[in-house]
């Protein structure tokens, strides 16, 4: 097919890019694609399947997790289409319309997990600066609140992109750089004028993921700011452990995000192999990591996916009170300061036990003081 000259919008022809020079081994290539996509939906809805069916993972640590879970879930669906296309049946052509749906898609979808990283922020710096107040500051009407005010705020900016490229006419190469549309990619192909298209891409971004990573790192600085403080070094390295899962899910998010949109803005001239490998990592690798690292990270969901999918009997913490002991299924790190600590191995079915009787075996002290004494 040929390039497209002169042509207004509503019938150019656009053709994505697969891995360039690489077209006879296409069909090879898509099973680690398959694979990655496979468990990113997997993982995902795995992680959705569990805090939604388990009342004890009804926390705001949790619903912020599903939140990015659901995120994750729906760009890997955005991209899927196109991506396994190109490698599965070279399927290249994508009409201006679609281009313009999965463009909007994608970009309200990470600009969406960019607030969701700043929520999961938040609850950190509240959970470690603010712990006794945690539960009456994240209610629920209040998480529910902040995670529709930032949906509309990702709709309310990503909304003007495709309808300021949809009065552009198409007179250049038709190919673009990836195997989905995005912006500033499509934008470099039109006859047309950009400058208003680039001044409100800039801006978009950074008056959103921009001022989203301002905050999680000043977030940061008044966590580690706190944790210093903290004159125990096990209970310092106990409040950290609990940043981990987050940290390294906005590593994943911004490092390839920053790198595309500098080569993207400013490196003309770079390699584009280089270009294409890091739009790959930008759209793959957030979705098939982020159920990975807080599965392994998170002891208590780590446990209920175990308890769901092997049978095998998790473990239960338990909370001591003047009263006795209330069974509380819960992520000790993150309720840590709630007072004396208990692990059970749990050796009876979660509706046969009370606060007379949890399960003895494997009984033991996980903390032999209050941890909130001041």
Known sequence: MSAVNDTNFNSAVFLLTGIPGQEDIHLWISIP????????????????FIIKTNPSLHEPMYIFLSMLAITDLALSISTMPTTLGIFLFNSREISLDACLAQLFFIHLLKCTE???LLLMAFDRFIAICDPLRYASILTLPRISK????????????????????????????????????INQ??????????????????????LTVGLDSVLIFLS?????????SI????ECLRALNTCVSHLCAILL?????????????????SSPL??????????????????????????????????AFCGAEGTTYQRLTAQGINILYTDPDACYHSGYWLQTDRTEPEENQSANNPGTEGLQYLADKRLNEG
């Not at 694609?33 to 959705?48: A, D, K, T």
């Not at 004159?231 to 096990?234: F, L, M």
């Not at 982020?290 to 446990?303: C, D, E, Q």
């Open 33 to 48: 694609f398959c694979l990655m996509y496979v468990i990113s939906i997997v993982g995902n809805s795995v992680i959705l």
């Open 114 to 116: 960019s607030s969701v």
């Open 146 to 181: 902040m995670g529709l005010i930032f949906a509309l705020r990702g709709v309310a900016a990503i909304l003007p992109l495709p309808f300021l490229l949809q009065r552009f006419r198409f007179c250049r190469s038709n190919i673009l750089s990836h195997c989905y549309c």
């Open 185 to 206: 990619d499509v934008m470099k192909l039109a006859c047309s004028d950009i400058r208003v298209n680039s001044i409100y891409g800039l801006s978009l971004s950074l």
């Open 220 to 228: 940061y600085v008044m966590i580690l700011k706190t944790v210093l």
């Open 231 to 234: 004159t125990s070094h096990v």
């Open 253 to 269: 998010f911004y490092t390839p995000m920053t790198g595309l949109s500098v080569i993207h803005r400013l490196g003309e001239d």
């Open 274 to 307: 280089l270009k294409i490998l890091l739009g790959y990592i930008y759209m793959l690798i957030p979705p098939l990591m982020n159920p990975i690292v807080y599965s392994v990270k998170s002891k208590h969901l780590r446990a209920r996916i175990i308890r």
